[in-house]
């Protein structure tokens, strides 16, 4: 059984900075790209961005490219998610995922490729 459990959300300043960490068990976790979505109240779960295996390779949705970075450390089994520049818009419930199977460029950002899912923690920007 995996286990992801995700860490460091809270309120903050536009302007702010926050970093998530998500921290994974039950599996090999360095085999396994992992991804970050949020979900604000009453929209749908939206890709916020993603992490090869190796951390060699990441991915990010438009909205955060240039100030989200996403990084991993596979000896602690935990991925982060640095949040720069933060705005009222990125007020969410911030989830990391990773799947069974191999993620590509092609389904990195479709929810249903994704098998395990954290609790996710709540973060909220304040203009």
């Known amino acids: 059984q995996v286990q992801l459990v995700e860490s460091g959300g809270g309120l903050v300043q536009a302007g702010g900075s926050l970093r998530l960490s998500c921290a994974a068990s039950?599996?090999?976790?360095?085999?396994?790209?992992m991804g970050w979505f949020r979900q604000a109240p009453g929209k749908e779960r939206e890709f916020v961005g993603a992490i090869s295996w190796s951390g060699g390779n990441t991915y990010y949705a438009d909205s955060v490219k240039g100030r989200f970075t996403i990084s991993r450390d596979n000896a602690k089994n935990t991925v982060y998610l640095r949040m720069n520049s933060l705005k009222p818009e990125d007020t969410a419930v911030y989830y990391c995922?990773?799947?069974?199977?191999?993620?590509?460029?092609?389904?990195?950002?479709?929810?249903?490729?994704?098998?395990?899912w954290g609790q996710g923690t709540q973060v909220t920007v304040s203009s």
């Open positions: 039950g599996r090999t976790f360095s085999s396994y790209a």
């Open positions: 995922a990773t799947s069974l199977g191999i993620i590509t460029t092609q389904t990195m950002g479709v929810p249903l490729a994704y098998d395990y």
